[in-house]
Each structure stands twice: as C-alpha cells, then as structure tokens.
Nanobody
Framework: QVQLVESGGGLVQAGGSLRLSCAASGRTFSNYAMGWFRQAPGKEREFVATINWSGTNTHYDDSVKGRFTISRDNAKKTVYLQMNNLKPEDTAVYYC??????????????????WGQGTQVTVSS
C-alpha cells in the first residue's frame, strides 16, 4: 500500500505562483510513475502532468504546458508541481497519484493505483 499526502495549496492572485508537494510512503518511491490531476466543482477529474520513475519523461495537458513543471526527488520520496502564471481557471482540488506498473508515465487516471487526499488551489481573478 502507498500513502500520499499533498501540501502547498492556497489562495493566490492571478499571475501568481504556487509549488505543490506530494510526499509518499509505504513502498519504494523510485519505482513508480507519478501524476498530478485536478478537479473543479461540477467537473470531472482531469489530467495535469505526469512523470516517469526516473524523471526523464514528462507530459503535460495543453492547458498548463509552459506554465507548470512536474519534478521528483526520489531520495525524498516526493513529487512536486511548480505552478507559474496561475489563472482563475486553474482553481481546483489538486491530487497526486501513483502508478505501480512499469513506472511508465500515463495521462489516464484509470491507470493510477493510489491517490492523495487533495489540496485546494484557488486563483482569484
């Protein structure tokens, strides 16, 4: 079993920045692919970013490409999401997730095995 705890969310003005963190425990972190997803009120969960086990491959949704950066520190068992130039449409609960099989990055939420509790990001207009 894997436990994930997100932190770093908050209220910011449009154009501001936040860095989200997700700390993992329970299994060897370096063998997993990791992803960030978000869910706004009344909407389905959507893909944000993903990173493979070694950190050599990343993928981003077009809506955040060029503004968000996903990274990981396997020694600290932590994945990060640096969010710059935030927009009101980025407002959502952000979740990190772990994919166990092969450590390959994927944008499909159904391929992830464990999820954190989420952290709220609110961007004022």
């Amino acid at each position: 079993q894997v436990q994930l705890v997100e932190s770093g969310g908050g209220l910011v003005q449009a154009g501001g920045s936040l860095r989200l963190s997700c700390a993992a425990s329970g299994r060897t972190f370096s063998n997993y692919a990791m992803g960030w997803f978000r869910q706004a009120p009344g909407k389905e969960r959507e893909f944000v970013a993903t990173i493979n086990w070694s950190g050599t491959n990343t993928h981003y949704d077009d809506s955040v490409k060029g503004r968000f950066t996903i990274s990981r520190d396997n020694a600290k068992k932590t994945v990060y999401l640096q969010m710059n130039n935030l927009k009101p449409e980025d407002t959502a609960v952000y979740y990190c997730a772990v994919r166990l099989l092969g450590g390959i990055a994927t944008i499909d939420a159904n391929e992830y095995d464990y999820w954190g509790q989420g952290t709220q990001v609110t961007v004022s207009s």
